[in-house]
Every structure is written in C-alpha cells, then in structure tokens.
C-alpha cells in the first residue's frame, strides 16, 4: 500500500515570497491534515480536511496560510506572503475517518530566508 | 488547553539497556494515546497506540507502554534497546470527542543508542 506523498520535499524562499506544497494522502482515506513542525517541537496541527470539507481550521494563521482538498483527495497547502518563522517541516498526513490512526508523509522542508 | 509532556530531550543508552520515556497530559476527559516514532531521514511511524481496553499496549519492535489514568501518564518502554532504536519519539494524544479530532504532540525525545 502507497503511503502518504508530499511534494517538494525541499524549498527555500526569501521572505514575501509564497509557496506551496502538495499532499495525496493514502488511497480511501476519507480525512487529511495539514501539520507544521517548528525545530525542537512536535508537530501541530494547521487544518483537518473530511473529503473536500473543512473540519477544523482553528489553529491555521488564515492571513497568510490556506488550504484546499477540491475534489476529496488531493490537498494544497499555501503560504502567501512568507514570514521567517514560518520556517519549518510542513506534514500531511491521512486517516481511514476521523478518530482513527494517523499516516504520516515525509514531510516539506521550507526555509525562508 | 491540552498539552504533552514528555521531559526528557535527550537520552543516551548502551545497547541492551532498558528504556523508559515519559510521557504526562493535561485533559481531563477520555483520551485515545499514540506514540511516534521517527528514525533517522525518515518519515513519523506509529510504533503503538491505546484507545481502550488493557492499559499495557505493546506495539512494534518490542515496544510496550502502559496508560495510567490517575497519573495521565503513557510512558513508553523497552528492557533491551538495540542499535536501531536510535530515532526521534513522539508522545502524542487525542481527545475522545466527536467532531475533529486533534492530534498534540509532545516536543520528543531523542534516543541515542551507542553500539
């Protein structure tokens, strides 16, 4: 079974700059979220996607980050103007439904200089 | 808000020394529990998870850990590390509750694993 595939695993941007990062989580998986892991903490959680549907985006710095799942199975996530701090790992990761185990991708890498 | 401790950053072992990281929570409802795992240029893994029933959950590689309700704890353990365990562990907890369900993460430990 294919896991979670995030794509560019690299990017390095000047600050003002926007990016974006592409995710396709685990095939069937109905729920997918966005993560953002800062160095030396843990992951936290940016958006949780049902299908196409927003579930929680509470956490999400909506003046600069959004996201979209279009058609349930893709997701994007953009960053627009970029700040330094917004240096970090960005994870999408999948579920079955909600409630049930996440699958983690590899991860984006964003540097912004 | 809810938050994970896990306090310790950093441990250093000798193989087949026994390992036990903690791992403490701030929620008072039911909870569904997770530890992560992350070798090195690789991707989060669950190495075990606990979402009801038995308290001691074994998981993967001979990892084991053991939820405490009174002391919200879910420490994660091994009598003997190898080499290989040599990774990045990630406490993590998600509250029972309909609608989202919200995965916090502790900040990690790094285990190191000398030969």
């Known amino acids: 079974e294919a896991g979670v595939a995030q794509s560019p695993r690299y990017k390095i941007i000047e600050k003002r700059q926007s990016v974006a990062f592409w995710c396709n989580p685990i095939?069937?998986?109905?729920?997918l979220y966005w993560y953002q892991q800062i160095l030396g903490q843990g992951p936290k959680l940016l958006i949780q996607?049902?299908?196409?549907?927003?579930?929680?985006d509470s956490q999400l710095p909506k003046d600069r980050f959004s996201a979209e799942r279009l058609k349930g199975v893709d997701s994007t996530l953009k960053i627009q103007p970029a700040k330094l701090e917004d240096s970090a790992v960005y994870l999408c990761?999948?579920?079955?439904?909600?409630?049930?185990?996440?699958?983690f991708g590899p991860g984006t890498r964003l540097l912004v200089l | 808000a809810q938050s994970v401790s896990q306090h310790n950053h950093h441990v250093i072992l000798s193989e087949a020394a026994s390992l036990e990281l903690g791992c403490n929570y701030s929620?008072?409802?039911?909870?569904?529990l997770f530890w992560y795992v992350q070798y090195p240029g690789q991707h989060l893994q669950l190495l075990l998870k606990?979402?009801?029933?038995?308290?001691l959950v074994k998981g993967i590689k001979g990892f084991e850990a053991e939820f405490i309700k009174s002391k919200f704890s879910f420490n994660l353990r091994k009598p003997s590390v190898q080499w290989s365990d040599t990774a990045e562990y990630f406490c993590?907890?998600?509250?029972?509750?309909?609608?989202?369900?919200?995965?916090?993460f502790g900040t990690g430990t790094r285990l190191t694993v000398i030969p």
């Open positions: 095939s069937g998986h109905a729920t």
């Open positions: 990761a999948s579920s079955p439904r909600t409630r049930e185990t996440q699958y």
């Open positions: 993590a907890v998600m509250p029972d509750q309909t609608g989202a369900n919200n995965l916090f």
């Open positions: 929620y008072g409802g039911t909870v569904n």
């Open positions: 606990y979402f009801s029933g038995d308290p």
């Open positions: 996607f049902q299908n196409n549907g927003v579930v929680d």
